[in-house]
């Protein structure tokens, strides 16, 4: 069903979600812009990776309406194939394919759900692979990267699909310290591309310098929305404070 | 850093790395008690007494002639004499694939070398005709051919295996023949037998019962009520048969449930014996779909790939890889099983044995034939687990982080 264009490539209206009888999302409203850098923190089990989930359908929601792109989300198979394709995602756990090289875990997409020829796929991962700063590993398998070359192959894969929105799930969340520069720094460069950038993530550094509006996530609700600078500087609710306060002088 | 506990242990406690002799090797590992003096010395004794036996029987008492007065049986039955060359063809076939497989995998010429010379040698010791010679020697510089022509040529694997995969009806069609060709005369199943029909009814039963295997466990996981339900009865249903009833069912209930198909005795027995590996085989599988993690099916399906793609490409290699040792363990006692078979009145290398041993020229000689037929069995098996165990060796790299 195609919604009349807007420049809002994402649309929630009152998105509901139960896990059971845990009512994990209780109606999340929000609209995202084309380009936007969102960054979307809270304290755990607060629904943000439940809700960057549903926007590709991971996890389906049970009420209210998601329209990414100008196309709903619905149990039509189609509809969410074709936003999935949009539509990158990285995971907490980089969720590499074992079994596939470096090369081919790329590839993969672009070869199968895109079409593309095997030759200007490899083409396309090679590139990719100089921008996030591992041409040399192409040949190797996943279990022979660090935690951080993995993720970054996990986001060139995703970035392989040409999307035009990028999705992170607490990338940098199961990295070693010494790894998260390296991660954080191709999400930097990535954001000056002009991508939608959805991410959930604790690194406040990150949010204060890329994000154009932060969304506070606390049971299940947005409890806060506002750019970096008035977020950290100004929280207007309690809970916020509370969780500024934890997060930033632990 | 932390001191680990092995670091922290006295070197005193350390293991000796050599023996300074052997002799003190023996006291302090024989001898070093008296009861374990004692001990080594009944070991030795039973080792003795054992070895010594077999030996005065394997070199005098044993009637070894049985054996080559009946080789030709016992390796292929009563197929046509004349029409021998078809299973020379076969064999020549596998064998320049065998050698093929070698090369693409990787494998060391050594190595190849080491299966190979002590066939070669055998059939210059052991009193061959000179034909059965030439032909053998022929098998040898095929697996050399195909050895040398495809190593190190890994790209070309999907072809080898798509060559096996029209290796097994060319096989079967040169076993069949053709209906009143002058050439290639049709061969009934009856006449099937010995090393060869074994051979066969192994081969057919692990290539349906691997991708038949993968269906049921696919289908045991299906979230369609009616597909997993059927797959689940099917599976514990003959999970729950001996393979000896569900041969006898396939012998005497099929030719009565549909009398106007009169299915050959042997194809019977294929389908029993695919049935019941199948069953097994879905469970192996169904272990390794369930090793694979959730995010293995959310990266495919986030990067838009379908269901059947995301089986196909990401999981089921994946399923597939960590239940190889499994799955060879199936395929080798599906060769072994294949035994049975001569309960059903099939002269398969042991129902060939039996009746060597009830000819009354060969009385009392049970020891010599089933001893042979033992020793070609676990030479077949004993190849296929160590091919297994190459494979694993070459997916190491690969295994999931």
């Not at chain 1, 792109?69 to 619905?74: A, K, Q, V």
């Not at chain 2, 190889?324 to 099983?337: E, H, R, T, W, Y």
């Amino acid at each position: 069903m195609n919604v009349s264009q807007s420049d809002d490539i994402i649309i929630c209206e009152d998105v509901h979600k139960w896990f059971g009888d845990f009512h994990v999302l209780k109606g999340i409203s929000v609209r995202i812009g084309r380009g936007e850098k969102v960054v979307i923190c809270g304290p755990s089990g607060s629904g943000k990776s439940t809700f960057i989930r549903t926007l590709n359908r991971l996890e389906h929601h049970q009420r209210g309406r998601i329209i990414v792109d100008g196309i709903e989300l619905t149990d039509d198979l189609k509809n969410i194939e074709a936003i999935r394709r949009e539509t990158g995602m990285v995971f907490q756990q980089f969720n590499l394919f074992p079994h596939l090289t470096v090369l081919q875990n790329i590839t993969l997409g672009p070869i199968w759900v895109r079409k593309m020829k095997k030759s200007e796929a490899a083409e396309l991962a090679m590139s990719l692979l100089e921008r996030v700063g591992i041409p040399e590993q192409a040949h190797k398998y996943p279990s022979q990267l660090s935690g951080g070359q993995q993720q970054r192959v996990a986001i060139a894969r995703a970035l392989a699909m040409q999307p035009k929105i990028m999705l992170f799930d607490e990338p940098t969340s199961a990295l070693d310290p010494e790894m998260i520069k390296e991660v954080l720094d191709v999400m930097r460069e990535l954001a000056q591309s002009g991508i939608t950038m959805l991410v959930v993530t604790h690194e406040m550094g990150f949010a204060r310098e890329v994000a154009d509006r932060i969304l506070f996530f606390d049971q299940g609700q947005i409890v806060e929305e506002a750019p970096p600078h008035e977020f950290f500087a100004a929280p207007k609710h309690e809970r916020t404070k509370l969780f500024l306060s934890q997060i930033l002088h632990h | 850093m932390q001191t680990s506990p092995q670091g922290a242990l006295p070197p005193s406690t350390r293991p000796r790395l050599a023996p300074a002799s052997l002799g003190r090797w023996l006291k302090e590992n024989l001898f070093n008690t008296w009861y374990n003096s004692l001990l080594t010395l009944v070991s030795l004794w039973f080792v003795w007494v054992a070895i010594s036996s077999t030996a005065r029987w394997a070199f005098a008492t044993a009637r070894w002639e049985v054996i080559p007065a009946n080789l030709t049986p016992l390796l292929i039955g009563t197929y046509p004499r004349g029409q021998v060359w078809r299973i020379w063809t076969a064999l020549l076939t596998v064998a320049f694939l065998a050698g093929a497989t070698a090369g693409t995998a990787g494998g060391r010429g050594k190595r190849v070398a080491a299966w190979v010379a002590p066939l070669a040698l055998a059939s210059l010791l052991f009193p061959l005709r000179w034909p059965t010679r030439v032909m053998l020697g022929a098998a040898v510089a095929l697996v050399a051919g195909g050895y040398w022509l495809f190593r190190g040529k890994r790209r070309l694997w999907p072809w080898l295996a798509g060559a096996w995969f029209f290796s097994f009806p060319w096989i079967l069609f040169l076993m069949w023949g053709i209906e009143g060709s002058g050439a290639m005369p049709r061969v009934e199943t009856s006449a099937w037998g010995g090393l060869a029909l074994t051979l066969i009814l192994a081969m057919v039963g692990i290539a349906a019962s691997l991708p038949i295997g993968i269906l049921l466990a696919l289908g045991r996981r299906s979230s369609l009520p009616v597909i997993s339900w059927c797959s689940t009865a099917l599976i514990e249903l003959v999970r729950g048969t001996p393979l000896v009833t569900i041969l006898f069912m396939a012998h005497l209930m099929v030719p009565i449930f549909l009398p106007e198909l009169r299915i050959d005795k042997v194809v019977r027995a294929m389908i029993g014996l695919t049935i019941f590996t199948s069953a097994y085989m879905a469970e192996n599988v169904r272990g390794g779909l369930q090793g694979v993690p959730k995010g293995q099916y959310e990266a495919a399906m986030a990067l838009g790939m379908s269901g059947p793609l995301t089986m196909l490409l990401v999981i089921l290699p994946q399923a597939l890889r960590a239940v190889i040792p499994s799955i060879v363990g199936q395929f080798i006692s599906l060769f072994k099983d294949t035994s049975l078979v001569a309960i059903i009145g099939l002269l398969d290398l042991l129902g060939i044995a039996r009746s060597v041993i009830a000819n009354p020229r060969w009385l009392g000689l049970q020891a010599e034939v089933f001893l042979f037929a033992g020793l070609i069995y676990w030479l077949f098996s004993f190849t296929l687990s160590q091919s297994s165990r190459r494979i694993e060796r070459a997916l190491g790299l690969t295994k999931p982080s």
